[in-house]
């Protein structure tokens, strides 16, 4: 599999003017990328503008931060996964840590999860621990909880277009990623209950250490947040990956 690269712009930038930079530097610095799938994830009220104004065909692709589990009907500010679709969106991230802090539980993650595969669209499941699960031990313990309860009642069949990442809560937007070591430890962990999938790790990566996760670390790519917003940066980032 070619590695994963997502931007996760989150809430950011406040105009589409910025986005349009943003996204069209990115675009331009990384065209002739060949070996990476790279997946911008806007805010969606950005998404229309850049998809129309998207400049190339391979990279970047455009993905989407979250979405519904149901196709239409009286959900006020929701985004369902048809529209996604519709619009040609490739990848959604579902359950991401700052939706768990808002109130998302893992069975709205697995409705979520199961709408979007049904739709096509690959979701990108987030799971990871909190600071205090970590110095309590519980790392482990409470992947197994999100993966077994985000993936109930998926058949094999569908598991095919899911991709896992692995963010440790404590390490997202903090400047402190995940040890190599320990990043490698997690991996292998979760390798042994998800099998095949593609896995993804995501936590204050940026152009210094992300190509260890790939090389050392056996990830297959990562989610970058903060250092996205960034184009320079985020290009050297998806660079670093291509020279490994
Ligand atoms: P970060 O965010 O790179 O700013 O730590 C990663 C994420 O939230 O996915």
């Known amino acids: 599999m070619k590695p994963l690269i997502v931007a996760n ?91 768990r802090k808002l109130g998302e539980t893992d069975e709205m993650i697995n409705k979520k999860i199961k709408a979007a595969l049904e739709t096509k669209l690959k979701p990108i499941l987030c799971v990871g621990e909190t600071e205090e699960e ?16 985000s993936l109930n009642y998926l058949s094999n069949k569908s598991f095919r277009n899911l991709i896992i990442a692995y963010e440790p809560v404590w390490a997202i937007g903090s400047g402190n990623p995940c040890g190599i070591s320990e990043a490698k430890a997690v991996n292998l962990f979760i390798r042994k209950i998800v099998k095949n999938l593609p896995i993804l790790y995501g936590g204050s990566v940026n152009s210094q250490n992300a190509e260890s996760y790939i090389k050392e670390a056996k990830f297959q790519g990562f989610i970058v947040g903060g250092a996205s917003l960034n184009p320079q940066e985020f290009i050297r980032i998806v660079k670093s990956v291509v020279k490994t």
């Open 9 to 99: 712009w989150k809430m950011n930038p406040s105009t589409l003017a910025e986005a349009k930079r943003l996204f069209n530097s990115v675009a331009k610095g990384i065209k002739n990328i060949g070996r990476t799938e790279v997946v911008i994830c806007p805010p969606f009220v950005w998404f229309s503008n850049l998809l129309a104004s998207k400049p190339y065909t391979l990279n970047p692709k455009l993905g989407a931060q979250d979405c519904f589990w149901v196709e239409s009907g009286a959900y006020t500010g929701e985004i369902s996964p048809i529209m996604l679709k519709n619009l040609g969106c490739k990848y959604v991230i579902i359950g991401h840590s700052e939706r």
């Open 134 to 149: 970590r110095s309590d031990g519980k790392t482990f313990e409470v992947l197994t909880r999100q993966l077994e309860r």
